[in-house]
């Protein structure tokens, strides 16, 4: 581990804020959702507790942490100092967020296993890795894109609020109704296509097309989100 991403866990550890917000309450979440796994049985089983679990992860954990984060470093002018280094841009980058992500991975990777264990076990584990991945992904770069419009770590408490609200809405929405009717919005929507491949791999509903479909939408998500931390991420506050 790079000597950024190293710091950056020991701040991490040291940080009330990201560690309730990225890791209390996703897993507080989650637990109730496993805990309750009967109650929405009828809804769409362990394949739509599993989507909106990563989802819940994904989006209060990585994304929301992921922005508080570099508002921090910019705030006080560390992101400045850093790149006075050697280090590259994306180094500097990586090191800062690789550590939330990691745990992140590691959070839903504990949860999924718990879900699999009290519940039925997953249909196609590569197809829900491949899921994840795609959200985890798509939620680094929208925190980045994000952090460009957010001047402090309190103001991410308002600026991450519609990404984390509506990926989860999505997820929800996706996961209790399913794709068959407005198969084109719901899979357009962001988060939208990996919440449902989510589900299908965990019930064994996915089949090769599917998953090009689904994956195709989230992939272009990522790009669009990678497109815009390009042009909105700040390495210095605004004057």
Avoid: C
């Amino acid at each position: 581990m790079s000597p950024i991403a190293r710091g950056e866990l020991t701040q991490i550890l040291r940080n009330r804020l990201v560690l309730v917000t990225g890791f209390l309450l996703p897993s507080v979440s989650a637990a109730f959702l496993i805990h309750q796994r009967e109650l929405f049985a009828g809804i769409g089983g362990a394949g739509y507790i599993a989507a909106v679990l990563v989802f819940t992860v994904g989006a209060l954990g990585l994304y929301s942490s992921a922005v508080v984060t570099l508002a921090s470093r910019r705030q006080n002018l560390f992101l400045k100092r850093l790149r006075s280094t050697a280090t590259s841009d994306a180094g500097i980058l990586t090191g800062l967020l690789l550590p939330i992500t990691a745990v992140s991975l590691i959070q839903i990777s504990v949860l999924l296993a718990v879900l699999a264990v009290v519940a039925d076990a997953p249909a196609h584990l590569p197809l829900l890795a491949a899921a994840v991945l795609a959200v985890m992904a798509m939620m680094l770069g929208l925190g980045l894109a994000t952090a460009g419009l957010t001047d402090s770590p309190e103001h991410a408490q308002i600026t991450t609020l519609p990404v984390v609200l509506g990926t989860i809405a999505v997820a929800v929405w996706v996961g209790t109704t399913g794709t068959g009717e407005l198969t084109a919005l719901k899979l357009l929507l962001p988060g939208g296509a990996a919440a449902d491949l989510a589900v299908r791999a965990w019930s064994g509903e996915a089949a090769a097309a599917d998953v090009l479909v689904r994956l195709a939408p989230t992939l272009a998500w990522i790009a669009l989100a990678l497109t815009l931390a390009v042009r909105l991420f700040r390495w210095e506050p605004r004057r």
